[in-house]
C-alpha cells in the first residue's frame, strides 16, 4: 500500500465546513498521450519484432471543474504529476500485435501548501491490449487501414484511489474494446479515428460511507464506464523519418454524480473532457531501431476534471527477436 501524508487533522479549524473546504479538488485519470506504437495507433510491428518504450510525462494544473464549473483551490496550489512510462509492443503476427505497460507515478503540489497535504507515488495499473489489423489495403490515392484493440488494466499495487488530487489512478479493474480507421493518402499526409468504450469495475476507499446522489454504506464505489473518441491529422515527412501528428480526444463518462460543494472529488464522478495535442516522433537512420518522441497536450474543457496540461518525451527501440537469436548463435 502507498502510504501517504494528511496533516490536516493536526491543524487547529472553525467548522467541520471550513475543513471540506481545503479538501476541494477533482482528479480525474490524468491519462499519458504516448505517440509510440501504441494500441490507439494504426502502426502495427512486424511479426518477431518488439518496440519498447521509455518515456517521462510532466502535468501540471491549479484550476479544475466542480460539475460545469471552472473554480481553483488556494490550499491545494499548483499539482504536479511525473509519470514513467515503460512500454513493450511486440509482434506476434503481421496483424497482430500485443502490448504490455506499467507507469509509475508521483503527485504532488508545487507548493507546501501549509502542510494539509502530501502527495503520492507508485506504480499505477498494468496494462494488457491486443491489436489486429483486419484491413490494409490500397484505396484511391492512398491505402485504407481498419484495427481492433482489445485492453485490459488492473491495479498493480494498493494505492488509496480516494485521496483526490493527488490519488495515482481510479483504482479500478478496466475492459475496453476500441475500433481504428486511418486513410493516408500517397503524399504521407493520413487522417485517423478511434472509437472506445470502456467497462470500469469498483474500487474500494477507506471510509463506510458516501454519498453518489444517495446514500451508500459501503466501502466499494461503483467507477463510471466511458465513452471516448479521438481524431488525428498527421503527415510523413523526411522520407518517413518525422512524423508530426495534431489531436482531438474526448471521454464522456455514461453515468455518475457532480463534485459537490465544500467536497472532495471522488472516483464515483461523472467524468467530461475534451483534449487537444501536438507531438512529434523521430526515426534516426544513423541509429538503427531508435526513435525519440515530444507531445503536449491540452484540456480546454470539461466536468469533474482538471483544467490538465501535459507534456512528454521519450526512447523508442525496435529490434527482431530471431534476428537476435540467430546472431548470439553465430557467435557461440
Known amino acids: 500500500m502507498i502510504q501517504v501524508k494528511c496533516t490536516c487533522a493536526n491543524r487547529p479549524y472553525k467548522s467541520g465546513r471550513a475543513f471540506r473546504r481545503t479538501c476541494l479538488l477533482v482528479f480525474a485519470c490524468m491519462g499519458l498521450s504516448l505517440q509510440a506504437q501504441t494500441p490507439n495507433d494504426a502502426l502495427m510491428m512486424p511479426s518477431k519484432n518488439i518496440c519498447v518504450l521509455l518515456s517521462y510525462d510532466f502535468g501540471t494544473f491549479d484550476r479544475y471543474w ?16 511525473k509519470t514513467i512510462m515503460p512500454m513493450a509492443a511486440i509482434g506476434i503476427l503481421d496483424d497482430l500485435n500485443f502490448y504490455i505497460s506499467l507507469p509509475y507515478i508521483n503527485t504532488e503540489s508545487s507548493e507546501p501548501n501549509g502542510g494539509k497535504f502530501a502527495g503520492a507515488k507508485g506504480f499505477q495499473d498494468i ?39 493527488y490519488s495515482i489512478g481510479a483504482g479500478a479493474p478496466e475492459f475496453s474494446l476500441r475500433g481504428i480507421t486511418q486513410y493516408q493518402w500517397n503524399n504521407g499526409f493520413y487522417a485517423r479515428a478511434s472509437l472506445a468504450y470502456l467497462w470500469r469495475g469498483y474500487t474500494e476507499a477507506e ?18 464506464n466511458a465513452w471516448t473518441y479521438e481524431g488525428i491529422i498527421g503527415k510523413w515527412l523526411l522520407d518517413r523519418s518525422l512524423k508530426l501528428e495534431m489531436s482531438y480526444f474526448s471521454l ?27 507531438s512529434a516522433q523521430y526515426f534516426f537512420k544513423s541509429l538503427k531501431g531508435f526513435g525519440i518522441v515530444a507531445y503536449h497536450n491540452r484540456v480546454v474543457d470539461g466536468r469533474n476534471v482538471p483544467k490538465l496540461s501535459n507534456t512528454g518525451f521519450g526512447i523508442t527501440y525496435q529490434f527482431n527477436v530471431i534476428k537476435k537469436q540467430t546472431e548470439a548463435t553465430d557467435e557461440q
Open 66 to 81: 466542480e460539475g460545469s464549473l471552472l473554480r481553483s483551490n488556494e490550499t491545494i496550489a499548483t499539482v504536479d504529476q
Open 127 to 165: 496494462g494488457l491490449a491486443l491489436k489486429y489489423r483486419a484491413i490494409h489495403r490500397d484505396l484511391g490515392a492512398g491505402k485504407f487501414t481498419a484495427l481492433a484493440t482489445a485492453g485490459f488494466s488492473t491495479p498493480f499495487t494498493n494505492y488509496l484511489s480516494d485521496y483526490r488530487p
Open 207 to 224: 471510509r463506510d460511507y458516501y454519498y453518489n446522489n444517495g446514500s451508500y454504506y459501503s466501502a466499494w464505489m461503483d467507477v463510471p
Open 252 to 278: 464522456t463518462s455514461t453515468s455518475g454524480d457532480d463534485i459537490r460543494a465544500y467536497n472532495a472529488a471522488q472516483p464515483t464522478n461523472k467524468v467530461e473532457s475534451d483534449r487537444i495535442g501536438f
